[in-house]
């Protein structure tokens, strides 16, 4: 993949303000993007990483719906786009649903994604990839429950999920 253009947004009603603070005042939270030309096949692919707030549902709301609004020229222009990271929120939650709204497919990981630090696998994945509906998941995406050398590298396990771009099928108009 070749880097070809990237940025960031935050999380709040002044998303080009750097470090400006989240919808409810509380720490700055934000989103990072790039976009990519797989050198392959000439297709270009943008990735939103994001990390929604854990404590308020309102911000993590308010943060889809601000995610949504600005992929949506992306999509609109038929670009790929996935969307990948923390969103604090399970898979049937109103969070997920507005970037599913948005015209993003969910990943289906079975399972946790977030351990406490400690292996502790309590409730479903928090962590998803989203991705645009002209493409193809390829394979049923894995949270990795490795912990190498006996430690933890993080609270969260990452997700992996294989996804072909194009040979999808849109049924939005």
Same mark, same amino acid.
């Given at each position: 993949?070749?880097?070809?253009?990237?940025?960031?947004?935050f999380?709040?009603?002044?998303?080009?303000?750097i470090y400006?603070?989240? +919808? /409810?005042?509380?720490?700055?939270? +934000?989103a990072?993007?790039?976009?990519?030309? /797989?050198?392959?096949?000439?297709?270009? @692919?943008?990735?939103?990483?994001?990390h +929604?707030?854990?404590?308020?549902?309102q911000?993590?709301?308010r943060s889809a719906r601000?995610?949504? %609004?600005?992929?949506?020229?992306? =999509?609109?222009a038929?670009?790929?786009?996935?969307?990948?990271?923390?969103?604090?929120?399970?898979?049937?939650s109103?969070?997920?649903?507005?970037?599913?709204?948005?015209?993003?497919?969910?990943?289906?990981?079975?399972?946790?994604?977030f351990h406490?630090?400690?292996? @502790?696998? =309590? +409730?479903?994945?928090?962590?998803?990839?989203?991705?645009?509906?002209? %493409?193809?998941l390829?394979?049923?995406?894995?949270?990795?429950?490795?912990?190498?050398?006996?430690?933890?590298?993080?609270?969260?396990?990452?997700? =992996?999920?294989?996804?072909?771009?194009?040979?999808?099928?849109?049924?939005?108009?």
């Amino acid at each position: 993949l070749r880097p070809e253009e990237q940025g960031w947004f935050f999380f709040s009603d002044t998303p080009e303000v750097i470090y400006s603070r989240s +919808f /409810d005042g509380s720490w700055p939270a +934000f989103a990072s993007w790039a976009r990519f030309t /797989d050198l392959e096949t000439g297709q270009s @692919l943008r990735l939103v990483n994001v990390h +929604f707030d854990f404590r308020s549902g309102q911000n993590r709301l308010r943060s889809a719906r601000l995610v949504a %609004s600005r992929i949506a020229p992306w =999509l609109a222009a038929g670009e790929h786009v996935v969307v990948a990271g923390d969103l604090n929120a399970m898979a049937g939650s109103a969070t997920a649903d507005i970037l599913r709204g948005a015209g993003l497919s969910l990943t289906p990981v079975r399972g946790s994604s977030f351990h406490f630090g400690r292996g @502790l696998n =309590l +409730f479903g994945a928090i962590d998803h990839v989203l991705y645009d509906c002209d %493409s193809v998941l390829t394979d049923r995406p894995v949270a990795l429950r490795d912990n190498p050398g006996g430690r933890w590298p993080s609270d969260h396990y990452p997700v =992996l999920a294989q996804i072909r771009l194009g040979g999808g099928i849109c049924d939005q108009p």
